[in-house]
Nanobody, 114 residues
Framework: VQLQACGGGFVQPGGSLRLTCTAS????????MGWFRQAPGKQRELVAI???????AYGPSVKGRVTISSDRAWKTVSLEMNNLKPEDTAVYYC?????????WGQGTEVTVSS
């Protein structure tokens, strides 16, 4: 599976960004797809995932400020992030888990600063 992410960048506090990840080469049924992030010196943490049944899960630090969505073909997952804070600065990784394996994208940087 190849994952192509886009949409990262620089934004001021309170601003918004939309991240999109597109999957290709999928061979097995999906379990979930979504986003994790890793800030310098910190462990990778959940941002949001959407499970094949449609359920969504959000990390506690972003809940209420982000919305995850996917297309029906489970080829594209998007993350709408609002009211961004400096602590949201991190590398955001697209994650695609099938019933057989798990894949990670290269990561896209998000910097929130005034």
């Amino acid at each position: 599976v190849q994952l192509q992410a886009c949409g990262g960048g620089f934004v001021q506090p309170g601003g918004s960004l939309r991240l999109t990840c597109t999957a290709s080469g999928v061979e097995y049924s999906i379990h979930h797809m979504g986003w994790f992030r890793q800030a310098p010196g910190k462990q990778r943490e959940l941002v949001a995932i959407i499970v094949s049944g449609g359920e969504k899960a959000y990390g506690p630090s972003v809940k209420g400020r982000v919305t995850i969505s996917s297309d029906r073909a489970w080829k594209t997952v998007s993350l709408e992030m609002n009211n961004l804070k400096p602590e949201d600065t991190a590398v955001y990784y697209c994650n695609y888990r099938t019933i057989m394996n798990e894949h990670w994208g290269q990561g896209t940087e998000v910097t929130v600063s005034s």
